[in-house]
Structure formats: structure tokens, C-alpha cells
T-cell receptor
Framework: QKEVEQNSGPLSVPEGAIASLNCTYS??????FFWYRQYSGKSPELIMS????GDKEDGRFTAQLNKASQYVSLLIRDSQPSDSATYLCAVKGSGATNKLIFGTGTLLAVQP | DTAVSQTPKYLVTQMGNDKSIKCEQNLGHDTMYWYKQDSKKFLKIMFS???????INETVPNRFSPKSPDKAHLNLHINSLELGDSAVYFC???????????FGSGTRLTVV
């Protein structure tokens, strides 16, 4: 089992729709969770972090965390073509180091 | 003002050569990382240094040797390059428990 799993996609949504990206993780002791966006040929950039169960909203983005189910999701409301990118879920392991473990990413394509 | 800068951006070299990638951060972060991103976009940690001390050393061939002369710099030297070393190498930094990584722009290494 991979440590952090994501559906590779592509996930195709029409402009203005809600895009829902999902991630599961195997380390039950994980405490910190992150979503990064990576445009083709560019470096990953942080868009959301979440540490507690529930929802966290930032503009059009909402991160959801359910530690009991070991599940993290990212909702993007009013999707725009500029949101088209690979979204990487990252989880900090329960070890002493600050190691972030990444999923393989979900490619999101927003159709105009 | 680039926060995490890597050089070179592109590196094309022949098998068997030795090459280095340099990374510098001006964020005052205490921890720096090297990640390798393969053709399927999977980001895998290689090394991490905290205040010049090696704290993460994943299963990486010993042809790869990191060096951190001070906490703002982390370089990666690769000996006897192989075709399978072709990838994008990202440097990143973070500060303490916030765990928010800032990535450099990446170095695309192509071994021919």
C-alpha cells in the first residue's frame, strides 16, 4: 500500500463547477496535511494546509480532513481554466523528522 | 527576490559524468530538502538537512552526496550519472513545525 494515494486522473470538470480531489494516507499518526498545486513545468506551490478534523476554507478552496477515515480532500468552487494543474496531496509522517510524503497527484482539467 | 533558487535550471550530460546542483534559500529557514520528481510526477524525498546536520537520508544510491556548507545552502553532487537519474530535482526549505515547504524552481536533469 502506498503511503499517500490519489487518483491520477485526469479529472475533467466544466468551468464554474466544483472540482473534488481526494487523498488517503496510511500513517494513522499523521498530524499535518497539505495540498500543493503544480503547473506543468513549474514547481509545487502550497495552496492549503489543514491540521484538525473538519473543513478549512480559503477563498474558492476548501480542505476537508477526516483522521478516523485517513482521508483528506480539496474542493475547488467555481473552477476556472487557470485551475488546470496537478494537485499534490502531502502528509507529514508521524516520525521525528519533518518529512513530507507526497501522493502522485491528480491532474485537473477545467474545460472552458 | 527569489526565495529558493536552484542552479542550473537545465542539465544535459552524458552517462558516467559527475555533476552538481546548487540550492540557496533566503527565507531564514532551518531545514532544507532534496526531492526527485520522476516522469509520472511522483515527488520522493532524498535528503534533508537541519542547521547543516543530515536528518533524512532515504534509500538513495551512494553516488548521490548532499552537502550543506551552511543552513542557507544545500548542494547535491551526483557521481557516475546513469540514464535512470534523469528527472526533475527540487530543492525545498521549511521552518520548524509549520512544515510549509517552499520549493525551488527545479533542475531538469537529462542523462544521455
Amino acid at each position: 500500500q502506498k503511503e499517500v494515494e490519489q487518483n491520477s486522473g485526469p479529472l475533467s470538470v466544466p468551468e464554474g463547477a466544483i472540482a473534488s480531489l481526494n487523498c488517503t494516507y496510511s500513517d494513522r499518526g499523521s498530524q499535518s496535511f497539505f495540498w500543493y498545486r503544480q503547473y506543468s513545468g513549474k514547481s509545487p506551490e502550497l495552496i492549503m494546509s489543514i491540521y484538525s478534523n473538519g473543513d478549512k476554507e480559503d477563498g474558492r478552496f476548501t480542505a476537508q480532513l477526516n483522521k478516523a477515515s485517513q482521508y483528506v480532500s480539496l474542493l475547488i468552487r467555481d473552477s476556472q481554466p487557470s485551475d488546470s494543474a496537478t494537485y499534490l496531496c502531502a502528509v507529514k509522517g508521524s516520525g521525528a523528522t519533518n518529512k513530507l510524503i507526497f501522493g502522485t497527484g491528480t491532474l485537473l482539467a477545467v474545460q472552458p | 527576490d527569489t526565495a529558493v533558487s536552484q542552479t542550473p535550471k537545465y542539465l544535459v550530460t552524458q552517462m558516467g559524468n559527475d555533476k552538481s546542483i546548487k540550492c540557496e534559500q533566503n527565507l531564514g529557514h532551518d531545514t532544507m530538502y532534496w526531492y526527485k520528481q520522476d516522469s509520472k510526477k511522483f515527488l520522493k524525498i532524498m535528503f534533508s538537512y537541519n542547521n547543516k546536520e543530515l536528518i533524512i537520508n532515504e534509500t538513495v544510491p551512494n553516488r548521490f552526496s548532499p552537502k550543506s556548507p551552511d543552513k542557507a545552502h544545500l548542494n547535491l553532487h551526483i557521481n557516475s550519472l546513469e540514464l535512470g537519474d534523469s528527472a526533475v530535482y527540487f530543492c525545498a526549505s521549511s521552518q520548524g513545525a509549520t512544515m510549509s515547504y517552499t520549493f525551488g524552481s527545479g533542475t531538469r536533469l537529462t542523462v544521455v
